[in-house]
């Protein structure tokens, strides 16, 4: 499965990004990790297909949305009140099975490139 991201750029600090994945083949779930500069990867979001159901990070619960168009297996993620330390590469990941540990980058099989987002104040 390959993973093919969009949607990064410049935004300032209150504004909105919206960030979409599309997927080559089918997948259990889907979400969104960040990596910061001298940063961990952290998780973001994630979608699971079959119930619909989502997570979030407490650090962006409230501001960023993920959902997901099933028939296109495609996710997005809408961003609203950008700071500046939402600034970030933003991965989509994907893996074929549900796993409670959705959070760990780790347990993700397919990424996708990357994309951009930066946030000024």
């Known amino acids: 499965v390959q993973l093919q991201a969009s949607g990064g750029g410049l935004a300032q600090a209150g504004g909105s990004l919206r960030l979409s994945c599309a997927a080559s083949?089918?997948?259990?779930?889907m979400g969104w990790f960040r990596q910061a500069p001298g940063k961990e990867r952290e998780f973001v979001a994630v979608l699971r297909w079959g119930t619909g159901s989502t997570k979030h990070a407490d650090s962006v619960k409230g501001r960023f949305t993920i959902s997901g168009d099933r028939a296109k297996v495609t996710v997005y993620l809408q961003m609203n009140s950008l700071k500046p330390e939402d600034t970030a590469v933003y991965y989509c990941?994907?893996?074929?099975?549900?796993?409670?540990?959705?959070?760990?980058?780790?347990?993700?099989?397919?990424w996708g490139q990357g994309t951009q987002v930066t946030v000024s104040s």
């Open positions: 083949g089918r997948t259990g779930v």
């Open positions: 990941a994907a893996r074929l099975i549900y796993n409670v540990q959705y959070y760990d980058s780790e347990q993700y099989s397919f």
